[in-house]
Nanobody, 119 residues
Framework: QVQLVESGGGSVQAGGSLRLPCAAS????????MGWFRQAPGKEREFVAS????????LYADSVKGRFTISRDNTKNTVYVQMNSLKPEDTAVYYC????????????WGQGTQVTVFS
């Protein structure tokens, strides 16, 4: 069955770094655009970053641009987000997403991993 398993979350002081991997299985990873989203308490889930199928294109939310880097390893079916210069407002549950960019445009989500940034 399809699985997206995030890990690497935790508590970190402001200014610190974390790297979140998301391991995928059960689908053809290289055919999917991969993304990271996050949801803070009391807020809607928001886009963080995405990466194209061959890692040739990346997109970032303005709030993380210059601090976060998304990458993927199609040989390991894993997508990563490197988060540097973390701020308390980055505190959220981070979710991995897989989006097929051709019909039938299937989409999958991970269970999320908590990131807490304290000042």
């Amino acid at each position: 069955q399809v699985q997206l398993v995030e890990s690497g979350g935790g508590s970190v002081q402001a200014g610190g770094s974390l790297r979140l991997p998301c391991a995928a299985s059960g689908f053809t990873f290289s055919r999917y655009v991969m993304g990271w989203f996050r949801q803070a308490p009391g807020k809607e889930r928001e886009f963080v970053a995405s990466i194209g199928r061959s890692a040739g294109s990346t997109l970032y939310a303005d709030s993380v641009k210059g601090r976060f880097t998304i990458s993927r390893d199609n040989t390991k079916n894993t997508v990563y987000v490197q988060m540097n210069s973390l701020k308390p407002e980055d505190t959220a549950v981070y979710y991995c997403n897989a989006e097929e960019n051709a019909p039938p445009r299937r989409s999958y989500w991970g269970q999320g991993t908590q990131v807490t940034v304290f000042s």
